[in-house]
């Protein structure tokens, strides 16, 4: 009797798992922005695959840090800290070459000189980037201190004071223009590694499909 009552009985299914919003995006998901001209092109209608997932730690907040790759071997860097409109983070990882063509590297050296004060004018518009500089930016942060941790950490704590868990201590710059929608950021890591980025905040509408891995 048991066994005719297993046979017919509903069998129960897995829970799916939900995907609505690109901060709920994991591993191997893939993603595509929208063709909206303030993305460059880098961005604009590409379909791009979630490679790895970083946590970026400051003193009061933490937030995860997408990198997704999509045809050609430009990264391209989602984040989601926190603001007032939920706004996300998009980022492009510009090559020593990069800086020295959209800004004079006097005035970009103003940037590690205290107080910081450092103000920036691009040298050209005319770039792969151009949808998204500033037509100039203003210092906000001065080495203020912070982690990256090669780990997923959105929906717990990162690791405090563990020498074999914490994460890749690193010095943070930012300067901002545009209303502070467009970003310039520096990470200066323990051994001197600098990675200059450029970012701007976007609608998370700009990202206009998901797709979980495997579907």
Same mark, same amino acid.
């Given at each position: 009797?048991?066994?005719?009552?297993?046979?017919? /009985?509903?069998?129960?299914?897995?829970?799916?798992?939900?995907? %609505?919003?690109? *901060? !709920?995006?994991?591993?191997?998901?893939?993603?595509?922005?929208?063709?909206?001209?303030?993305?460059?092109?880098?961005?604009?209608? @590409? +379909?791009?695959?979630? %490679? =790895?997932?970083?946590?970026?730690?400051?003193?009061?907040?933490?937030?995860? @840090? $997408?990198?997704? +790759?999509?045809?050609?071997?430009? $990264?391209?860097?989602?984040?989601? &800290?926190?603001?007032? *409109? %939920?706004?996300?983070?998009?980022?492009? $990882?510009?090559?020593?070459?990069?800086?020295?063509?959209?800004?004079?590297?006097? =005035?970009?050296?103003?940037?590690?000189?205290?107080?910081? *004060?450092?103000?920036?004018?691009?040298?050209?518009? *005319?770039?792969?980037?151009?949808?998204?500089?500033?037509?100039?930016?203003? @210092? +906000?942060?001065?080495?203020?201190?912070?982690?990256?941790? !090669?780990?997923?950490?959105?929906?717990?704590?990162? &690791? !405090?004071?563990?020498?074999?868990?914490?994460?890749?201590?690193?010095?943070?710059?930012?300067?901002?223009? /545009? !209303?502070?929608?467009?970003?310039?950021?520096?990470?200066?890591?323990? %051994?001197? =590694?600098?990675?200059?980025?450029?970012?701007?905040?976007?609608?998370? /509408? =700009?990202?206009?499909?998901?797709?979980?891995?495997?579907?």
């Amino acid at each position: 009797m048991s066994f005719f009552k297993s046979l017919f /009985s509903k069998k129960t299914t897995a829970p799916t798992r939900v995907l %609505n919003e690109p *901060k !709920q995006l994991l591993i191997g998901d893939i993603f595509c922005f929208g063709d909206s001209f303030a993305l460059p092109e880098a961005m604009r209608k @590409q +379909q791009l695959q979630v %490679n =790895d997932i970083n946590t970026i730690e400051f003193k009061h907040e933490h937030y995860i @840090q $997408l990198i997704g +790759q999509g045809a050609g071997e430009k $990264l391209v860097y989602v984040s989601f &800290p926190k603001n007032p *409109k %939920n706004l996300i983070k998009c980022s492009l $990882l510009l090559s020593r070459d990069e800086v020295e063509t959209l800004f004079d590297l006097d =005035d970009f050296s103003e940037i590690f000189e205290e107080p910081g *004060k450092a103000r920036l004018t691009p040298l050209t518009e *005319k770039h792969n980037y151009g949808d998204i500089l500033a037509s100039e930016y203003v @210092q +906000q942060h001065f080495s203020v201190s912070g982690y990256i941790h !090669q780990a997923d950490y959105r929906n717990t704590q990162p &690791p !405090q004071f563990s020498d074999q868990d914490h994460g890749r201590e690193f010095e943070y710059y930012s300067l901002a223009g /545009s !209303q502070g929608m467009r970003l310039i950021e520096v990470f200066i890591s323990e %051994n001197g =590694d600098t990675d200059v980025y450029l970012s701007s905040l976007r609608p998370a /509408s =700009d990202i206009a499909e998901l797709w979980i891995k495997g579907e």
